[in-house]
């Protein structure tokens, strides 16, 4: 039995990955930060088979403590500030725990067992203004956000210690990954959650930011297992886990909103834009020019051949797939709040 630890275990990410190493036979410790009110998150359901720390990113005598407990084969490092906009209001929290955080967790293993596997989890926001269409690992990072600086700190700082220390430490850079346990401030989720609230009547309009960001969507799922594979090799490596497809925020509002059973037309420019349900003529979605961001990422695609190659990794599961799964989570969601409160 391998023993595994995780940042960010109650997270979307987290969470696949506990249930995916559990089956594994893996004992998972989770790290958890210290609240008034505890909150499982998304491992509310398999809490009784995690083992949980209390312990933070930016306090490394705490993540001594948990590599101790835990005596870890393996560290999944999800733990993060992971919100774009939020970044540009808390730059320096963003920076001292995805960047710094990084460096802390590195120097527990390096201390208490530098034997432990080291997963980091990059983004393709390290890429922001794409120098190369599609992406992969040898594309020059531009990053457009303090999150996307933060990450990228921290992949180097994997990449530093694996040829520095001699750790086995490895990035995947994980291009766009959702799914139903994404949460509502993410704008997949956003969207989803409010075609489900108009489609059973409680909202009447949902507001989005620029609708021609063109990102790389694939499922938190598979991606997870990606990771997983990535400890599993022989040597350490940095690998892209992408589609190779890219779709608009509006290509992802017309899937969402058509799972929903709402077909959107769209009019206007810009931030004059404004979609209308064709069958009501009622106006649906709005453009807000308050979403967008001070430094716009307008395309990322990634070419995952490196770790099809490599890894024998593939996407099981459709962009297709993953928009209806999500809608329908959220209309199941919707309906039951609305019937709470009709009680």
Known sequence: MKNALITGIAGQDGSYLAE??????????????????????????????IHFIYADMTDMVSLIN?????DADEVYNLAAQSFVATSWEQPIATAQIDALGVTNMLEA?????????????????????????????TTPFYPRSPYGVAKLYGHWITKNYRESYGIYACSGILFNHESERR?????????????????????????????????DWGHSKDYVYAMWLMLQQDHAEDYCVATN???????????AFSKAGIEVEWSGSGVDETGTDKATGKVVVKVNKDFFRPAEVDLLIGNPEKAERELGWKRSISFEEMVEGMVKNDLELVGKEIAYNNL
Request: proline share 2%; with cysteine.
């Open 20 to 49: 995916l190493l559990l089956e594994k036979g893996y004992k998972v410790y989770g790290i958890m930060r210290r609240k008034a009110v505890v909150d499982y998150g998304n491992v509310e359901h398999i809490k009784d088979k």
């Open 109 to 137: 293993i390096r201390i208490v067992k530098p034997s432990c596997r080291f997963y980091q989890a990059s983004t393709s926001e390290m890429y922001g203004m794409a120098q190369a269409v599609p992406q992969c690992e």
């Open 245 to 255: 497809e890219t779709r608009s925020v509006r290509d992802f509002v017309e899937m």
């Open 66 to 70: 948990a590599m101790r407990i835990s």
């Open 183 to 215: 949460g509502k401030e993410f704008v997949t989720r956003k969207i989803t959650d409010a075609a489900a609230r108009i489609k059973l009547g409680v909202l009447e309009c949902v507001e989005l930011g620029n609708l021609d960001s063109r990102r």
